[in-house]
């Protein structure tokens, strides 16, 4: 199949070629890959049950009604969608071998693949301010982090992610595909599709978009939140209580894992991009958009203290009913 291509004999300087279909590659001779996809597969079941699981106890306790958990629900949201906009698709196309894409599916899954990993990132940003406002300055922090403010934050960033993932794509659909038309990733990844076009279109406002868009994706919130947790530390050294140092560490701890696990593969991959292997590329990328989808819920509920007492709370509730309705009359 790598030898697709369009038929270079359409191009015309007013010709739009649009082929009917295109071929995801994915990965290049390596052997037992089913068992990888396999992975995927049982990592994906895990994430839609966690972040079902946090999402549901969010919406049943009152007391987790704060505005920080706004940010939360809309995580585990998000990774729900990234995780089935993403998995389900990847599997039908390698455990079946149905690697063949329509022009307008390839479209829709690049905005929204791209879409929910674009909102994991800004819901990671949003967490990131609420921790700085809670921490360096405690006395503000229910004026300035109010249900208003985190519902508008998180309007803007859906809006914003949704503007910018439409332009990316009507980039593409200006572009003419009248060479290649196997995409060497394992879906329709952007850099990989666009380039495909060079050959016959001006790609450079293409190039643009690939870079501005990790660069507000990527780059500028790891910056935001770099530099919130230097403010955070310097607020944390004039605590003067140790138990109030702890407990005020401990509320962040598990955020900083969730960016860790979130940014640093992703970014590490962009910038090495030139001299990283495609097989190794795509490993990488796919297990970035599975991971962290299922370990946001296992850390939040592990790590947050509320959140704990929360499920407690519920589980005691939940057993206090069925023995209740076991009780004979």
Not at 45 to 68: A, Q
Not at 137 to 155: A, K
Not at 217 to 242: D, E, G, K, N, Q
């Amino acid at each position: 199949m790598s030898s697709l291509t369009s038929d270079p004999n359409q191009t015309d300087i007013n010709t739009i070629i649009r082929p009917p279909y295109f071929f995801i590659s994915g990965f290049i001779a390596i052997p037992y890959m089913k068992y990888y996809y396999c992975f995927l597969c049982f990592v994906y079941i895990i994430s839609l049950v966690g972040n079902t699981f946090v999402m549901t106890g969010i919406y049943v306790d009152r007391s987790l009604h704060s505005p920080k958990y706004i940010a939360v629900f809309n995580l585990a949201f998000t990774d729900v969608c990234e995780s089935t906009a993403l998995v389900p698709k990847l599997l039908d196309m390698f455990l079946f071998s149905r690697q063949l894409i329509s022009y307008n599916q390839c479209l829709t899954s690049l905005f929204f693949v791209f879409l929910f990993i674009t909102m994991q990132s800004f819901n990671l940003t949003i967490l990131s301010y609420d921790r700085l406002v809670a921490i360096c300055c405690p006395l503000r922090y229910h004026m300035m982090v109010t249900h208003r403010s985190m519902l508008q934050l998180t309007g803007a960033a859906w809006t914003f992610a949704v503007l910018m993932m439409l332009i990316a794509v009507c980039l593409i659909t200006r572009l003419s595909f009248c060479r290649s038309l196997v995409i060497d990733s394992y879906f329709c990844d952007h850099g990989p599709l666009f380039r495909l076009a060079a050959p016959c279109s001006d790609v450079v406002p293409n190039i643009v978009m690939s870079y501005l868009n990790p660069s507000i994706v990527l780059y500028f919130p790891m910056v935001f939140i770099v530099s919130s947790y230097i403010c955070i530390t310097h607020a944390l050294f004039t605590i003067t209580l140790p138990q109030d140092r702890l407990r005020a560490i401990k509320t962040c701890t598990s955020h900083l894992i969730l960016v860790a696990i979130f940014f640093l593969p992703v970014i590490f991959t962009y910038v090495l991009h030139p001299i990283i292997p495609t097989n190794a590329r795509i490993i990488n990328l796919s297990l970035t958009s599975v991971l962290p989808p299922m370990l946001n819920p296992i850390i939040y509920v592990l790590k947050t203290e509320e959140f704990k007492v929360s499920i407690k709370k519920l589980l005691r509730r939940g057993a206090q009913r069925a023995v209740t309705q076991v009780k004979p009359t």
